[in-house]
């Protein structure tokens, strides 16, 4: 069992700076691939970034060079600086282990992130 904390979240107003965290615990086995997601209200859920465990890096064209996501495999935590924030960038931003052949995904309970014009 694997649980997955963000905190970070809060309002900013556009233009404006923000980092996120997501804490993992429990049965963590190797260095997983881990991954943000983000989810506008009355919208669908949308990958943003995703770090694997070799540190290669992944980002939704919408948020490529104004984000940047890192990790720290000691604390078992990942990051999301987000800079240049944009009102197009608010929703509840999720953390997300990814399913595989060997085991089940893990969602955090997300943070919201509001950007104000």
């Known amino acids: 069992q694997v649980q997955l904390v963000e905190s970070g979240g809060g309002l900013v107003r556009a233009g404006e700076s923000l980092r996120l965290s997501c804490e993992a615990s429990g049965s963590i086995f190797g260095i997983p691939d881990m991954a943000w997601y983000r989810q506008a209200q009355g919208k669908q859920r949308d990958f943003v970034a995703m770090i694997y465990s070799t540190g290669n890096k992944n980002y939704a064209d919408s948020v490529k060079g104004r984000f940047t996501i890192s990790r720290d495999n000691a604390k078992n935590a990942i990051y999301l600086q987000m800079s240049s924030l944009k009102p197009e960038d608010t929703g509840v931003y999720y953390c997300?282990?990814?399913?595989?052949?060997?085991?089940?995904?893990?969602w955090g309970q997300g943070t919201q992130v509001t950007v104000s014009s």
């Open positions: 997300n282990i990814p399913g595989s052949w060997s085991r089940v995904g893990y």
